[in-house]
């Protein structure tokens, strides 16, 4: 079965660079999750997007953007990349806001 | 703001034995779901089993069951007949139910090792 798909997997930038990282949701899913998890840390939720409309917002820093396409896919953008910004992103998706959350393998993010 | 709260953030069990993770959450709302997480050293986040909280039916999965006790907010995972692929950091997570947001919350993890 076709599962979530995000690219690249690895990403290594320096400080006060910009980087985007792209999530494919399941077929037919229409909801995008985004989560950051940082070293030894517990995902924290981001950003989500339902229809291609935002459906909520958490901890996501004002130099973090994201948006859904009509395909379904979802971009984020980091810019001014700090060190602290250095973790694991994933997406994550779901038919629908009620159902099963679905987790991409992750996009490991490293800032120099 | 809903909490969840995993205060063993290491465990051991041999292959073969049976291990309790724990795991506590606070929140006001009585619609919700609880989920355990499976993160390897791969990374990958999969999803072990998930509770509704208005049933009543501790859900299992094979080797793995919960103990959900709604009243005590507690939601703690049992791995029966451990073996070497359990070995992993395990988080519990909370989703609101109903209107608004349903991004997940979660603990902040325990690491399992499983001894041979």
């Known amino acids: 079965a076709a599962g979530v798909i995000q690219s690249p997997r690895h990403l290594i930038k320096e400080k006060r660079e910009t980087a985007t990282l792209k999530c494919y949701p399941i077929?037919?899913?229409?909801?995008v999750y985004w989560y950051q998890q940082g070293p030894g840390q517990d995902p924290q939720f981001l950003i989500s997007?339902?229809?291609?409309?935002?459906?909520d917002k958490g901890s996501i820093p004002d130099r973090f953007s994201a948006q859904q396409f009509s395909d379904y896919h979802s971009e984020l953008n980091m810019s001014s990349l700090e060190l602290g910004d250095s973790a694991l992103y994933f997406c994550?998706?779901?038919?629908?806001?009620?159902?099963?959350?679905?987790f991409g393998p992750g996009t490991r993010l490293t800032v120099l | 703001a809903q909490t969840v709260t995993q205060s063993q953030p290491e465990m051991s069990v041999q292959e073969a034995e049976t291990v309790t993770l724990s795991c506590t959450y606070d929140?006001?709302?009585?619609?919700?779901?609880l989920f355990w997480y499976k993160q390897p050293p791969s990374r990958q986040m999969i999803l072990v089993i998930r509770?509704?909280?208005?049933?009543?039916q501790n859900a299992t999965e094979n080797r793995f069951s919960v103990n959900f006790q709604k009243a005590a907010k507690s939601f703690s995972l049992k791995i029966s007949d451990s073996q070497l692929g359990d070995a992993a950091m395990y988080f519990c997570?909370?989703?609101?139910?109903?209107?608004?947001?349903?991004?997940?919350?979660f603990g902040k993890g325990t690491k399992l090792s499983v001894i041979p």
């Open positions: 994550a998706s779901s038919l629908g806001r009620h159902n099963e959350q679905f």
């Open positions: 509770q509704e909280a208005y049933k009543q």
């Open positions: 997007f339902y229809e291609k409309m935002q459906s």
């Open positions: 997570a909370y989703r609101r139910e109903g209107a608004g947001s349903y991004q997940l919350t």
């Open positions: 077929p037919r899913h229409d909801t």
């Open positions: 929140t006001s709302e009585s619609d919700y779901y």
